[in-house]
């Protein structure tokens, strides 16, 4: 594209990126400082002051300059060795592509829990952490291309029972749902700007525990890019970074972190909450089933839902882009035609569901699934404030 086009934007509702409020954006467009400067260190370190609550952690936040695929690399090459036995939980498309991480690290790494619609048992993973004689256990919160989000402060008491070193990629949920890092005996958290953040894509966060500080330390063939004691040294002497900070992104989080503590962390969460019952249960009254079929927990960044019989997903995914300008995800691997992933996450609010519930109504009816129009941004309503009133997330 050689110009800026004209044409009205496609609302996102896809689960990363996501879209991104104008103060997000004016922030980054004024963020002309030096990052070797006072007045940018004092932006950074208020920005990871107040990401810590988000994280559930009173341990410090360190930036990473990378997606939350490299600080989740950078994560597994700091606290785990090749004399590790890591078992990784892959019951999703992003547990899966954790496994191979590990892999290409040369970490030594056990599959658990393989398929996209398979919980974790607890019994079943005190049983792996025995006979496997694990030291390490990697697991997604909320994996995005199924919708199931993981038991993490179960499998967190199992980890520090046994010893373990436990990782987590909250990528796509932190800001949307809670997390107790330090309550759940997590020992690494990463996530990332541009979900429920609200960023463009491109700067990373992670938290290490004691535990896992004393790992980076010991490990005598760390990453150099990703050198979580260099980046903990620098910050903690000059408020800064190793290399060339990426001033625009951490800007663009900064204003992100005013907007949600201007709502309120708790009203945030429960805003993700009640928008996720009332898209759930809107899918439902328009013919979709919600995968997986039977879930403890579903996740409160996105829904996932299979189609009716007779509609392809892509079809209706391209006919609400040419429609109404209005874009979600379809299902991953072999899923893709017949799934639907609609995020609900960051800078998302009911008109917006109700905007993009009214418009799948429209065109389910000109593909030849007919339902009186409204029933299902009715069913959304009702969920929503059931939820609203209910209070808590």
Known sequence: MSQISAERNVKLF???????????????????????????????MD???????????????????????????????????SDDRVLCCTNGKFGEM???????????????????????????????????????????F??????????????????????????????????????????????????ASQKGLMSPVGVSFAALSDRAWKACELNPVRDFYTDFIAIRKILAEKGE??????????MSVHEALNMIYEEGIENVFLRHKAISA??????????????????????DSLTVAKVPAGISAK?????????????FGTGLGD?????????????????DMLQCISAIECCLDEMGISHPFGKGTEAFINAYKKTKSEGTA
């Open 241 to 250: 970074t190793p290399g060339s900070t990426p001033v625009s992104l951490v």
């Open 335 to 351: 899923m893709g035609n017949e799934y639907i992933r609609i995020a609900h996450m960051g800078y998302c609010y009911a008109e």
């Open 14 to 44: 896809t689960p990363g990126p996501v879209n991104i409020p104008d103060r997000v954006h004016v922030a980054a467009l004024l963020g002309s400082y030096h990052h070797r400067t006072a007045e940018f260190s004092a932006v950074l």
């Open 98 to 140: 954790a496994a191979s991480t590990l892999k290409r690290c040369g970490i030594p790494v056990k599959e658990i829990f393989p398929g996209w619609d398979t919980p974790v048992d607890l019994e079943a993973l005190e049983k792996e952490i025995v006979e496997y004689s694990a030291t390490g256990l990697v697991a997604v």
């Open 278 to 299: 009332g898209t759930k249960a809107a899918m439902e009254a328009l013919g979709f089933s919600l995968y997986p079929l039977e879930w403890e927990q579903r996740s």
């Open 315 to 327: 079809a209706l995914s391209k006919k609400m882009v040419a429609d109404y300008r209005l874009k």
């Open 142 to 191: 909320n994996d995005t291309s199924n919708g199931i989000v993981n038991p993490i402060d179960k499998m967190g008491e199992l980890s520090r029972k046994h010893g373990l070193l436990f990782a987590v990629d909250d990528v796509s949920a932190l800001a949307c749902m809670p997390f107790h890092m330090d309550e759940w005996k997590v020992d690494a958290v990463v996530t």
């Open 47 to 81: 920005t990871l002051e107040k990401l810590a609550p988000l994280f559930g952690t009173a341990q410090q936040v360190m930036p990473v300059h990378t997606t939350g695929r490299g600080a989740l690399e950078g994560v597994y090459r700091n606290i785990f060795t």
